[in-house]
């Protein structure tokens, strides 16, 4: 038996080694060893090289790094490497009709395309640890490598379909227990990847022995009876991935009637469809824009400051949700309050939270009191002095956050970063207040804070480049996804609400509905209505802001009343049972309001206003456009780096359906053509309002069909 011969590449991701009788095809794609253009390209001319070679009895693919394999390299698709020679089918074709074995040695992860290769293997061994599965319905896509046929083949119609639907893997040891890997490399995770080649060697080498190997393809679909159609109508038509589960449905279907070629076809033919269509694009948009986010190339290299203890000002609802959030990731928490009375009720909320996320069965008893011995309520506001990282979480009012971080620049740390979670309110101005501008911040939660998975990082014009790195970096210790912005009133996606909201109040006055504005954009996607959404947020903030920005507001532009004559009605919203709707107490549902549609019609009244009907189509077009403009502002003043990083906070901020891709990447699949000739026409009809942001006007007159292009 010959020795191991030295590692040769056989393309920019691939590596073709001799190990005895054996070849090693190392995948080396990083991050995630996709299946690119050249890992497709290595893998088949290794896996031709060794069947070719009369001295190797045997082949083992592994991954370099981290994983296996995590699919096919999505960057790639609806661009040609993605249909480049050799496909994935064509190397399956390839292994399935060859006589020496092929075993895929699986660590990390085998998802999506990674898995539907290792199901094309004759075996596969796996770490204990590993994850396997094929979550393309979370792109709204279904697998197209012949997931959905070979894997019913291996463990059953049921299992599959519960495996694809969800696109929640399978740990190694549950995936033998099923069929779909053959050994578990017992200690290989902690051995490395080396351990677990040794291992799948061991098999290959045992495997080499037998005239025939198992070819998934080529099996009967086991028995078991599965109501596809009652699979087809328990899909909720309200999820994001439903037109991807009823495909992917209808593709493990046509793998209990169809012959396996017939069912391949079948299933690839779905997986073009929808891989060209905006709904998958849109969400491969945000699975990448999600991931750019994050990175800060100005802190690359810098050293991050520790943050192991944090103090929260304030125990409001908002105060309790950011304390929870950092109690989540083990990480203690001062929670800090001046009345006791509000304190003992911060604490009782933050008890009650955990209790019902334990009655979900997503804690256990003693991991409540864990989190719970984390964060200590006091009253001293000296506590502040142990901190790393003091967020301030008070009433939404400058010269209150003024006094609070001069108190904070007296009692904290030099070292200590001062953060506020002011929603819109002048960063800069209330560093003024501190001797130490560079360490103040802006780290604006969403509420529930514990929940919502946005975080606005909001840098001051002073702030400090390593201060920005430690809090990106600490957004997504805690899992939150952070989005870096400047300094404007209501920052990104406040900012953006501020026009949304303004053509929601011109609508009613104009003819329609509460009901019917917040139906229109459910419809379309939306998470909730800009009315309930106000309710539910409490009216009375944005009027105080109304009330602040007021000697700013133009007098020649159109201004609605609606909202303020809500407000002097002492109807807040759902916390007074009462705002655009009326709520039954302790109910959350929006009842109509005749009263309220009364208020709307006088309003529009004494503005003159003659109301007519409005269809949704207007209504839709309106507040997204409006959304869009504001966008492409907030681009061209610097405010957001890219558009990506708007639709990521629309997205995860305010409900907008992610299968849209975000206001900036919607405005992109209508084409900002088409787009800029609807704002244009709007302005003729409704007036300044509708300015068309200069950005635009560039972008469309230069052809271009992204908002970062040229950027």
Same mark, same amino acid.
């Given at each position: 038996?010959?020795?191991?011969?030295?590692?040769?590449?056989?393309?920019?991701?691939?590596?073709? =080694?001799?190990?005895?009788?054996?070849?090693?095809?190392?995948?080396?794609?990083?991050?995630?060893?996709?299946?690119?253009?050249?890992?497709?390209?290595?893998?088949?001319? @290794?896996?031709?090289?060794?069947?070719?070679?009369?001295?190797?009895?045997?082949?083992?693919?592994?991954?370099?790094?981290?994983?296996?394999?995590? %699919?096919?390299?999505?960057?790639?698709?609806?661009?040609?490497?993605?249909?480049?020679?050799?496909?994935?089918?064509?190397?399956?074709?390839?292994?399935?009709?060859?006589?020496?074995?092929?075993?895929?040695?699986?660590?990390?992860?085998?998802?999506?395309? @990674?898995?539907?290769?290792?199901?094309?293997?004759?075996?596969?061994?796996?770490?204990?640890?590993?994850?396997?599965?094929?979550?393309?319905?979370? +792109?709204?896509?279904?697998?197209?490598?012949?997931?959905?046929?070979?894997?019913?083949?291996?463990? @059953?119609?049921?299992? =599959?379909? /519960?495996?694809?639907?969800?696109?929640?893997?399978?740990?190694?040891?549950?995936?033998?227990?099923?069929?779909?890997?053959?050994?578990?490399?017992?200690?290989?995770?902690?051995?490395?990847?080396?351990?677990?080649?040794?291992?799948?060697?061991?098999?290959?080498?045992?495997?080499?022995?037998?005239?025939?190997?198992?070819?998934?393809?080529?099996?009967?679909?086991?028995?078991?009876?599965?109501?596809?159609?009652?699979?087809?109508?328990?899909?909720?038509?309200?999820?994001?991935?439903?037109?991807?589960?009823?495909?992917?449905?209808?593709?493990?279907?046509?793998?209990?009637?169809?012959?396996?070629?017939?069912?391949?076809?079948?299933?690839?033919?779905?997986?073009?469809?929808?891989?060209?269509?905006?709904?998958?694009?849109?969400?491969?948009?945000?699975?990448?824009? /999600?991931?750019?986010?994050?990175?800060?190339?100005?802190?690359?290299?810098?050293?991050?400051?520790?943050?192991?203890?944090?103090?929260?000002?304030?125990?409001? !609802?908002?105060?309790?949700?950011?304390?929870?959030?950092?109690?989540?990731?083990?990480?203690?928490?001062?929670?800090?309050?001046?009345?006791?009375?509000?304190?003992?009720?911060?604490?009782?909320?933050?008890?009650?939270?955990?209790?019902?996320?334990?009655?979900?069965?997503?804690?256990?008893?003693?991991?409540?009191?864990?989190?719970?011995?984390?964060? !200590?309520?006091?009253?001293?506001?000296?506590?502040?002095?142990?901190?790393?990282?003091?967020?301030?979480?008070?009433?939404?009012?400058?010269?209150?956050?003024?006094?609070?971080?001069?108190?904070?620049?007296?009692?904290?740390?030099?070292? =200590?970063?001062?953060? !506020?979670?002011?929603?819109?309110?002048?960063?800069?101005?209330?560093?003024?207040?501190?001797?130490?501008?560079?360490?103040?911040?802006?780290?604006?939660?969403?509420?529930?804070?514990?929940?919502?998975?946005?975080?606005?990082?909001?840098?001051?014009?002073?702030?400090?480049?390593?201060?920005?790195? !430690?809090?990106?970096?600490?957004?997504?210790?805690?899992?939150?996804?952070?989005?870096?912005?400047?300094?404007?009133?209501?920052?990104?996606?406040?900012?953006?609400?501020?026009?949304?909201?303004?053509?929601?109040?011109?609508? +009613?006055? /104009?003819?329609?509905?509460?009901?019917?504005?917040? %139906?229109?954009?459910?419809?379309?996607?939306?998470?909730?209505?800009?009315?309930?959404?106000?309710? +539910?947020?409490?009216?009375?903030?944005?009027?105080?802001?109304?009330?602040?920005?007021?000697?700013?507001?133009?007098?020649?532009?159109?201004?609605?009343?609606?909202?303020?004559?809500?407000?002097?009605?002492?109807?807040?919203?759902?916390?007074?049972?009462? @705002?655009?709707?009326?709520?039954?107490?302790?109910?959350?549902?929006?009842?109509?309001?005749?009263?309220?549609? /009364?208020?709307?019609?006088?309003?529009?009244?004494?503005?003159?206003?003659?109301?007519?009907?409005?269809?949704?189509?207007?209504?839709?077009?309106?507040?997204?456009?409006?959304?869009?403009?504001?966008?492409?502002?907030?681009?061209?003043?610097?405010?957001?780096?890219?558009?990506?990083?708007?639709?990521?906070?629309?997205?995860? %901020?305010?409900?907008?359906?992610?299968?849209?891709?975000?206001?900036?990447?919607?405005?992109?699949?209508?084409?900002?053509?088409?787009?800029?000739?609807?704002?244009?026409?709007?302005?003729?009809?409704?007036?300044?309002?509708?300015?068309?942001?200069? +950005?635009?006007?560039?972008?469309?007159? %230069?052809?271009?069909?992204?908002?970062?292009?040229?950027?």
């Amino acid at each position: 038996m010959s020795p191991i011969t030295e590692s040769i590449p056989l393309s920019p991701t691939v590596s073709y =080694a001799q190990h005895g009788d054996v070849a090693v095809l190392m995948l080396n794609n990083p991050p995630v060893n996709g299946l690119g253009d050249t890992t497709r390209a290595g893998l088949h001319a @290794g896996i031709t090289r060794a069947f070719e070679d009369d001295a190797i009895a045997a082949v083992v693919i592994a991954g370099a790094g981290k994983v296996f394999c995590g %699919g096919a390299d999505i960057r790639q698709f609806n661009t040609p490497a993605a249909t480049a020679w050799p496909a994935s089918r064509d190397i399956l074709a390839l292994v399935e009709a060859a006589k020496k074995p092929v075993v895929a040695a699986i660590h990390g992860v085998a998802l999506g395309g @990674g898995l539907e290769f290792a199901l094309g293997c004759h075996y596969r061994v796996v770490t204990a640890d590993a994850k396997l599965g094929l979550p393309e319905v979370n +792109l709204r896509l279904v697998p197209g490598g012949g997931g959905t046929q070979r894997l019913p083949r291996l463990v @059953g119609v049921k299992r =599959a379909l /519960e495996m694809i639907q969800t696109g929640a893997p399978v740990g190694g040891r549950e995936a033998v227990r099923i069929g779909l890997a053959d050994a578990v490399a017992d200690g290989a995770e902690m051995a490395g990847a080396a351990a677990l080649v040794t291992r799948a060697i061991e098999v290959a080498r045992r495997a080499a022995q037998s005239a025939e190997h198992p070819v998934a393809s080529r099996k009967d679909v086991p028995e078991g009876v599965v109501d596809f159609e009652a699979c087809l109508a328990a899909v909720s038509p309200k999820a994001r991935n439903a037109v991807a589960q009823k495909a992917a449905i209808r593709c493990v279907q046509a793998a209990t009637q169809l012959p396996i070629a017939e069912g391949l076809a079948f299933e690839r033919a779905r997986f073009e469809e929808l891989v060209a269509g905006n709904e998958s694009k849109s969400l491969r948009h945000i699975f990448f824009a /999600e991931r750019e986010a994050p990175k800060f190339a100005e802190g690359k290299g810098l050293a991050l400051r520790p943050i192991e203890r944090v103090a929260v000002l304030g125990s409001g !609802t908002m105060g309790v949700g950011i304390a929870m959030s950092y109690a989540n990731a083990g990480i203690p928490v001062a929670l800090i309050e001046r009345e006791q009375a509000a304190l003992d009720r911060g604490m009782s909320l933050i008890r009650r939270n955990y209790e019902i996320t334990a009655s979900k069965g997503k804690l256990k008893p003693e991991q409540i009191e864990a989190r719970l011995a984390l964060v !200590t309520p006091t009253l001293a506001f000296e506590a502040v002095a142990e901190a790393d990282l003091v967020v301030e979480a008070v009433f939404e009012d400058m010269a209150v956050k003024q006094a609070i971080f001069k108190q904070l620049d007296a009692a904290c740390k030099p070292t =200590a970063i001062l953060a !506020t979670n002011t929603s819109r309110l002048d960063i800069d101005v209330i560093a003024g207040a501190t001797s130490r501008p560079g360490d103040v911040i802006g780290l604006h939660f969403f509420s529930p804070a514990n929940v919502m998975k946005l975080l606005e990082v909001v840098r001051g014009r002073a702030t400090s480049a390593d201060v920005i790195a !430690t809090c990106m970096a600490m957004a997504q210790r805690i899992q939150k996804i952070p989005v870096l912005v400047g300094v404007c009133e209501g920052f990104v996606g406040n900012r953006m609400l501020t026009p949304y909201w303004r053509e929601a109040g011109f609508l +009613l006055e /104009e003819g329609a509905s509460p009901q019917q504005v917040d %139906g229109a954009l459910t419809r379309f996607g939306m998470a909730m209505g800009p009315l309930t959404m106000a309710d +539910l947020a409490g009216m009375d903030i944005n009027w105080a802001t109304r009330k602040r920005l007021a000697p700013t507001r133009p007098a020649h532009l159109r201004y609605s009343r609606v909202a303020d004559r809500i407000c002097e009605l002492g109807r807040f919203g759902q916390k007074t049972n009462g @705002g655009y709707y009326r709520y039954e107490p302790g109910s959350r549902t929006p009842i109509p309001d005749p009263l309220i549609d /009364e208020l709307i019609a006088d309003c529009a009244r004494e503005a003159g206003i003659a109301r007519r009907e409005i269809c949704d189509a207007e209504i839709v077009e309106r507040t997204m456009l409006a959304l869009v403009n504001e966008g492409a502002r907030i681009i061209e003043e610097g405010i957001a780096r890219r558009a990506s990083d708007i639709d990521v906070v629309y997205v995860h %901020g305010y409900g907008f359906p992610a299968w849209r891709g975000g206001p900036m990447f919607y405005a992109e699949t209508l084409g900002l053509d088409k787009v800029l000739a609807r704002i244009l026409a709007l302005r003729a009809q409704h007036g300044a309002h509708w300015e068309a942001a200069p +950005l635009l006007e560039r972008l469309v007159a %230069g052809g271009a069909g992204s908002f970062d292009s040229g950027r």
